[in-house]
């Protein structure tokens, strides 16, 4: 686990028990700080899309291809090229 997820953590359950439990408001701040930034995440991060359906029947298959991105130079250069 990385050191900002730590912190992280032990930043959400200090703010649980001091907080939350303990009652005291600088750890509810933090609480409301951390949980809100997890919830704000959640909600901004972006929704998954189907782009297609397939059903396969038996002894079908498909291939998944991840199609790498063209770096600017690379563009630039077939640009012209192509001239």
């Excluded at 028990?17 to 303990?22: A, L, P, Q, S």
């Excluded at 002894?59 to 250069?77: A, M, T």
Aim: charged letters at 35%.
């Amino acid at each position: 686990m990385g050191t900002v997820a730590r912190i992280g953590r032990t930043l959400r359950r200090n703010a649980v028990r001091r907080g939350f439990v303990g009652g005291r408001r600088g750890w509810v701040t933090v609480g409301v700080l951390t949980y809100g930034w997890r919830v704000l995440r959640r909600v901004m991060r972006g929704r998954e899309e189907t782009v297609t359906l397939e059903h396969l029947r038996p002894g079908e298959s498909i291939v998944i291809e991840s199609v790498p991105k063209e770096r600017r130079r690379g563009r630039r250069s077939r640009a012209g090229a192509s001239e």
